[in-house]
């Protein structure tokens, strides 16, 4: 998207550097890092990222509104429902494909999605600023929005997941964390706050109250705030083969930090209420009175799945026929994803992740810091772009 620094990093790039750069990444954490990382990052221009700025505010201004909780009340299903909600996700993120403008040619964004929920808010500290050590990264472009920098931003992380407390009283909970894809994020995020991963099978409950075993102290310690890691999807499919643990859908005395219902209200159910350009035209399927005549151009979703399951691309009216609860699916518009980076091969596509941090006691959320994916596939993700280079996890930095 900046021609000149496309240029001179594609120039510098070697692929004796890149391994030097994996060699070193995977140093610091090894056998932690179980997804590809790209080649390169992105870099964002300042016009562009007033764009996504506007449409995340577009976004929020919908989510601050009085009336959003009756709005989002069905997007959460009744048996995953759990107590104790508090005012606001203390986490969101914003999914945008950068898309080409068919009128004039220009690089636009377009919602893909969005979530009430922790991403990847530790690793994309570690990595993008080991990236600067082998690659050539000018020093007015960063990782972090709003204005941080490495210490700011990780003091205002701490703030929103420490909330004051000692880190032993807080926990980063996750289903089996140690054998999750994204686990070199709790080891980052351990580093830099001091908080451990616990698997939901080590929770003690006594009461309303929540334990664990601390490694290093050996000592029961009561759980005071919970750093959300479980997608109730991932939790329901796996609760048969999970063995004995505590039904964290029940009253407990603990914090959510971000509380599990956020991970419904906030998601592919808000997108048919927003009207933005840099979000295509949404519907629930239930409300159409028909399909569009250009259904070809469409993509259909359920609403309660994560990482892309259950997605149908080249939608048939037979495929709308056969939805037996077609109030639980989006029909959403397609995009055509740029192709923005060039590379040895075919040029690669972008999809990047607006991160907000979510204070409490603030009107808003803050945009933090961000991640990148990028793909030469049909689809964002790992089984779309299987033997595939320059594609995988990245970043972008954008212009300050």
Known sequence: MVPALRKAYNTAFTPQRYDSFLKDLHSHYPGAIDFRVAETPVFIPKDFAVRL???????????????????????????????????????????????????????????????????????????????????????????????????TYLEALGGVILGGLPPEEVILLELKPHEQKTRIDFYCTEDYLGIRAVCLTELIQEGKKLYYIHPRTGKKTEIKRIYNRIIFDELNAARENLGPHVD?????????????????????????????????????????????????????????????????????????????????????????????????????????????????????PMPAINLARLSKGKMIGVRYNKDKEWVGGSVCYFER
């Open 53 to 151: 700025t506007d449409a995340c505010e577009n976004i929020i201004d919908l989510i601050v509104d009085p009336n959003f909780k009756q709005l989002t009340e069905r997007a959460i299903p009744d048996g995953d429902r759990v107590p104790g909600e508090n005012d606001h996700s203390h986490f969101l993120a914003f999914d945008f494909g950068i898309c080409v403008d068919d009128k004039d040619g220009s690089w636009q964004p377009q919602l893909i999605e969005m979530q009430g929920f922790a991403s990847l808010y530790g690793f994309q500290v570690f990595y993008p600023d080991l990236l600067r050590r082998h690659f050539p990264i000018p020093d007015n472009y960063s990782q972090y929005l709003n204005g941080y920098d490495h210490t």
């Open 248 to 364: 964290i859908r029940q009253e407990l005395e603990v914090e959510w930090i971000a509380h599990p219902n956020w991970f419904y209200r906030i998601s592919k159910f808000m997108l048919p209420f927003i009207h933005h350009p840099a979000v295509p035209p949404t519907f629930f399927l239930n409300e159409l009175k028909q399909p569009p005549a250009d259904l070809e151009n469409y993509v259909l979703k359920p609403l309660f799945s994560f990482a892309g399951q259950g997605v149908v691309i080249d939608v048939t009216h037979a495929d709308l026929d056969n939805i037996k609860d077609p109030e639980n699916w989006i029909l959403q518009r397609k995009v055509t994803y740029a192709d923005l980076i060039p590379t040895p091969d075919i040029p690669a596509k972008v999809e990047l992740r607006m991160m907000y941090l979510w204070k409490d006691g603030d009107a808003r």
